[in-house]
């Protein structure tokens, strides 16, 4: 799994760790039961505090993402249905944000369907 930080974007570094945890997940790139790198060694790799790659996580975990085996590690979920859940969820801010950014260009319904067609979408 590759991890790759943008220190300058708004989002916080734990939070930028955690999106890419869940979309490699929703991309089939980490598989159901996968251990994912201790933290102390993910936040070494990154340049990071442990703190960070912690917050982030616990924030994974609460989504019911991954689990924590005490002496074991951070592994991501067996549930297929979650990872579906989540990988919807990412598609659906992905059609949302598309969408924004097609109105505030000034498109019409009509226009961003027939741009979607044009391009075999």
Known sequence: MLIR?????????YAQ??????????RGELEPGERLPAARDLA?????NLHTVLRAYQELERDAL???RRGQ??????????????RRKLAEQAVNDFLD????LGLTRDEIMRLLEERGG
């Open 5 to 13: 930080l943008d220190p300058s974007a708004p989002e916080p570094i």
């Open 17 to 26: 760790i955690a999106a890419q945890v869940r979309s490699a997940a929703a």
């Open 44 to 48: 070494e790799s990154l340049q990071v």
């Open 66 to 68: 991954t689990e924590t």
């Open 73 to 86: 590690g951070t592994f991501i979920t067996r549930d297929a249905d979650r990872v579906a859940e989540i």
């Open 101 to 104: 950014k097609m109105r505030s």
